[in-house]
């Protein structure tokens, strides 16, 4: 049975069960792509902006329970525009333990479809819709949550990644 479509979603929005786009981006620790975690589940979350409310309490939490993804053979991955440089002032003045992945160009977030239109206080501008990507060990897509909010999202992806490692 197909699902119901979705109307904020374009209609080619990745969907579960799908193979994950692929990718190639900078962290602080190297390059990383999709062949960097064969055979690990993979969190990709990808949030707007290093040092904003929401995405600080997002990047804490996924940080909290780093060794629980460990345990779980996942690995966690932050994603968003913003540069290496600040990507690594994020990860120093919060003691981060996720790697952060810039996406300058924003070709990632085009591909899994989080590069959205958005408003805000009338205004209308392109920005990173807040959204977590679940792959499994071969890469496909096994939980998709768009539109997170930021606080408890790190317990809920955890559970699901254990589920996968099971």
């Known amino acids: 049975m197909t699902p119901p479509i979705d109307p904020n979603q374009p209609t080619d929005a990745l969907i579960e069960g799908a193979q994950a ?4 981006l900078a962290t602080a620790s190297g390059p990383i792509s999709n062949e960097s975690f064969s055979g690990k589940t993979v969190v990709l979350f990808f949030y707007p902006r290093d040092n ?17 993804f ?5 690995v966690v991955v932050g994603i968003s ?10 990860a120093n003045k919060h ?5 952060l992945a810039s996406d300058a160009d924003s070709t990632t ?7 959205r239109e958005k408003k805000m206080y009338g205004k209308t501008f392109y920005g990173i819709e807040r ?14 949550w768009r539109k997170v909010k930021p606080a408890g999202h790190a317990a809920e992806v955890l559970e699901a990644a254990k589920a996968i490692t099971q």
């Open 21 to 24: 786009p692929r990718f190639a």
């Open 52 to 68: 904003t409310p929401g995405c600080t309490t997002e990047a804490l939490e996924f940080t909290a329970l780093i060794e629980e």
């Open 70 to 74: 460990a345990a779980a053979n996942t």
């Open 81 to 90: 525009k913003d540069t290496l440089k600040k990507h690594e002032n994020f």
């Open 95 to 99: 003691d981060l333990k996720v790697l």
């Open 109 to 115: 977030c085009e591909d899994f479809g989080v590069w």
């Open 131 to 144: 959204s977590t990507f679940l792959l499994d060990g071969a890469g496909r897509v096994q939980r998709i």
